[in-house]
């Protein structure tokens, strides 16, 4: 599978997808899908059950096949990125930022400790595991930082993407009184390996895209045909 990426995140940008014979690829997001040259049964739309409902955050996924390309488009603020993770990695990701993963991926739930999810407002996080590509989308250029085992570096509680799942973190601030109160929570972080950020905490757009609906209105939206016209 190979990624070709035009545009900037400024005025917004398309990711071709090119997937060979026998590759597959899962979008997350199937209404990012703006064009799709290959044969008509090489999309394949599904409604997820209940657990992979809440491990994804989303009630439909699309599994495209090669031979084929696609064309996702990335809205104006928000940058797209292709990841090539090894077959062993260790990063947990945030679900939200992810948009395409590759069909040799498995996806393993990492649930997160009590803390972690009174800050993220998530019990889990996702682990790929097999090797392949990832498509990501940040606010912003995704960027990575490395990881020590001695000295700790602090994260914006909102900006983290991906962390080794090995990492040690605490919530944490630094600096003088005045400026521990101007600054959101962050993570205290000690380890091996990088982390993945966005420059920009998740914001109310990116938010109102993935926004919790009712369970009646998600399942109305995403199952009728147009739903997506219709229901908003």
Known sequence: MKARIEGSAVDGQ????????????????????????????????RLLNLTGMYRRKRWVESRLTGPARFVLGVPAGFQFKAVELPAQSDLLFDIRHVLLYDGRMKLESRFQRVKQALVTQDWVRMKFSGGGLLGLISAGVLCELELDPERPVYVDAGCLVAFPERSDMRLAVYGNPLASQQMNYHWEMKGTGKVLLQPAPRDRNFDAGLRQDSLLRRVLREALPFGGVFIK
């Open 14 to 45: 398309a990711a071709t997808i090119e997937l060979e014979t026998g590759e597959a690829a899962h979008v997350m997001h199937p209404g990012r899908i703006i064009a799709f040259e290959g044969p008509s049964q090489g999309r394949e739309d």
